[in-house]
């Protein structure tokens, strides 16, 4: 969605570093921030609709076991985990919370790779995430990722998830 338009607003300086923290947690600007609570209200009232204006690819909400695999020069570790929502383009995985996996809202995020099952065959295959934002929910961490060139073969075995 285009933002053409900018709007200020005065607010108490508790709130305002508040926000500095929450967006600090989930790799973001307060200006992002403050987008995106604004938005998550508005759809939620039923005000808008941005489905189709803000992703390239439907979502559909699964639970899906799934690893991630987490390289650290040449070492490797892998993570269990549970995807929440997927799409053709991206996933968005969570975490229990007190595992060790290497996501905090100090410093870069790591990049993963995916780590799915292939309902029809059972075979795994792994797809390469570049990691977007990570949110600690104080019960699970979350993280939202998207695919980097996932290849046709992982696109059609994704697929089977949306039909």
Do not use: W
Not at 76 to 91: N, R, Y
Not at 133 to 150: C, L, N
């Amino acid at each position: 969605m285009r933002k053409d338009t900018v709007y200020s607003m005065r607010m108490s300086t508790r709130v305002r570093e508040a926000l500095k923290k929450a967006a600090q947690r989930e790799h973001r600007t307060v200006a992002s921030l403050l987008d995106k609570i604004i938005v998550e209200y508005l759809v939620q009232e039923g005000h808008i609709n941005l489905e189709a204006e803000r992703r390239n690819f439907s979502r559909t909400k699964i639970n899906l076991p799934a690893k991630s695999i987490v390289k650290d020069g040449i070492r490797q570790k892998t993570f269990p985990g549970v995807v929440l929502d997927l799409s053709m383009g991206g996933v968005l995985i969570t975490y229990p919370k007190g595992c060790d996996i290497p996501f905090s809202s100090i410093g870069k995020l790591p990049g993963f790779e995916l780590c799915l099952d292939d309902p029809h065959s059972h075979e795994q295959f792994n797809i390469t995430c570049d990691t977007r934002h990570m949110r600690d929910t104080g019960k699970e961490i979350q993280v939202g990722a998207r695919f980097i060139d996932p290849g046709e073969q992982a696109l059609q075995k994704l697929a089977v998830y949306f039909k």
